[in-house]
T-cell receptor, first 113, second 113 residues
Framework: DTAVSQTPKYLVTQMGNDKSIKCEQNLGHDTMYWYKQDSKKFLKIMFSYNNKELIINETVPNRFSPKSPDKAHLNLHINSLELGDSAVYFC????????????FGPGTRLTVT | GQQLNQSPQSMFIQEGEDVSMNCTSSSIFNTWLWYKQEPGEGPVLLIALYKAGELTSNGRLTAQFGITRKDSFLNISASIPSDVGIYFCAGHPLTGTASKLTFGTGTRLQVTL
């Protein structure tokens, strides 16, 4: 049973398009996250939701919009994709917003051409 | 913002050797975590540390929470080929936002037969 799952695994698209990445966790956790990992493997937090409420919103372009329909799901929609958006995006979850142990999904490799 | 520096950046070792790596910060942390990331996968939590001086093992892996609270160490004994990957430290600063982790720059481990 996959704990944190993401779809799709790979996403190749052209500049200017809009795309979405989906994440689901079956751990019963309250808090979910989106991270971006660049080509140098640096992991940076983008957003965090706790029970469907946004609690962390880092300096991310407005083109990125997270949505949490329920506490088990956190989706990431990206408008007007740019070349610099190419990266691996990871979803993660933790039991509560005060829990520091985060569990990661397998990642979505986004390539913008 | 806060950065975590990991050392060494990369290591090439022979199977059976022991490995040591460390992570340092410029400020005090109240939690240290160690993750391993294999190619094409998400980071997997190895060990979590919550108290200065704490020493915790997970199989052949041992991690320590430095007594200054500004560093952490990970040791791998008797390395095997499946230890290959990137090891990340992550931490929660004493005065940080709840649930927001800072990740290190990673130590890439290669194991030769």
């Amino acid at each position: 049973d996959t704990a944190v799952s993401q779809t799709p695994k790979y996403l190749v698209t052209q500049m200017g398009n809009d795309k979405s990445i989906k994440c689901e966790q079956n751990l019963g956790h309250d808090t979910m996250y989106w991270y971006k990992q660049d080509s140098k493997k640096f992991l940076k937090i983008m957003f965090s939701y706790n029970n469907k409420e946004l609690i962390i919103n880092e300096t991310v372009p407005n083109r990125f919009s997270p949505k949490s329909p329920d506490k088990a799901h956190l989706n990431l929609h990206i408008n007007s994709l740019e070349l610099g958006d190419s990266a691996v995006y990871f979803c993660a979850s933790s039991q509560t917003s005060g829990s520091h142990e985060q569990y990661f999904g397998p990642g979505t490799r986004l390539t913008v051409t | 913002g806060q950065q975590l520096n990991q050392s060494p950046q990369s290591m090439f070792i022979q199977e059976g050797e022991d490995v040591s790596m460390n992570c340092t910060s410029s400020s005090i942390f109240n939690t240290w975590l160690w993750y391993k990331q294999e190619p094409g996968e998400g980071p997997v939590l190895l060990i979590a540390l919550y108290k200065a001086g704490e020493l915790t093992s997970n199989g052949r892996l041992t991690a320590q929470f430095g007594i200054t609270r500004k560093d952490s160490f990970l040791n791998i004994s008797a390395s095997i080929p499946s230890d290959v990957g990137i090891y990340f430290c992550a931490g929660h600063p004493l005065t940080g936002t709840a649930s927001k982790l800072t990740f290190g720059t990673g130590t890439r481990l290669q194991v030769t037969l």
